[in-house]
């Protein structure tokens, strides 16, 4: 199963943290199939970017957010937006499917 997770680089200290799809079986700084974005917790303002394309694409296949990543996508917009796209998604299905049983 692919998870949306944090991988950790940086100094001793200074750490920030990559967001990425990673096989929830490889260790948390292994391999990893994509990075998405990226999170630095230790400045001011916690700097977040997010690639909101590519951690849609990896949603809509089934990706499992951790809490953290799920709670920095929540803030960014990005897991709202998911949930409408299944809603409208959702009603398409039901909408082609009435019509075709009434067809």
Not at 32 to 57: C, S, W
Request: glycine share 6%; hydrophobic share 35%; no cysteine.
């Amino acid at each position: 199963m692919v998870k949306l997770r944090l991988t950790r680089v940086g100094r001793t200290h200074d750490a920030f943290f990559r967001v990425v799809a990673a096989d929830s079986r490889r260790a948390r700084d292994g391999k990893f199939i994509e990075i998405i974005g990226r999170y630095q917790p230790t400045m001011k303002e916690n700097q977040v970017e997010v690639k909101e394309d590519r951690a849609l694409h990896w949603l809509h296949r089934g990706a499992q957010p951790t809490e953290t990543v799920r709670s920095i996508l929540r803030k960014q917009g990005i897991m709202q937006k998911f949930h409408e796209e299944k809603q409208a998604a959702k009603k398409e299905r039901k909408a082609a499917a009435a019509q075709e049983s009434a067809g």
